[in-house]
């Protein structure tokens, strides 16, 4: 069991930019398929990007290309770069990990996620 600890969030405004981080304890992490997610008051958990093994990255269509996704293996840390903000990315944002097969994807289920980081842009 992979235990992911999300840190970076915080207020910023319109237009500017912030990188989360997740961190990884145990497990391969290199082998993982990875993923950042947000979740807004009201709504449903959005899946916005995942990368896999190979670093092969997917992007839900409304955000990529304001955001990246990125990893660094020896750190085992997972990043997810935002920029060009707007209001309406306000939404806790977590990391989630998987170890399982399958296509790596952020529309996938994921079996480990972290607590969350909020993002409050105004």
């Known amino acids: 069991h992979v235990q992911l600890v999300e840190s970076g969030g915080g207020s910023v405004q319109a237009g500017g930019s912030l990188r989360l981080s997740c961190a990884a304890s145990?497990?391969?992490?290199?082998?993982?398929?990875m993923g950042w997610f947000r979740q807004a008051p009201g709504k449903e958990r959005e899946g916005l990007a995942s990368i896999d093994s190979y670093g092969s990255t997917r992007y839900h269509y409304s955000t990529e290309d304001r955001f990246t996704i990125s990893k660094d293996n020896a750190k085992r840390t997972l990043y997810l770069q935002m920029n060009s903000l707007k209001p309406e990315d306000t939404a806790m944002y977590y990391c989630g990990a998987d170890s399982r097969g399958g296509v790596c994807s952020p529309r996938r289920t994921f079996a480990n996620w972290g607590q969350g980081t909020q993002v409050t842009v105004s």
């Open positions: 145990a497990g391969m992490f290199s082998s993982y398929c």
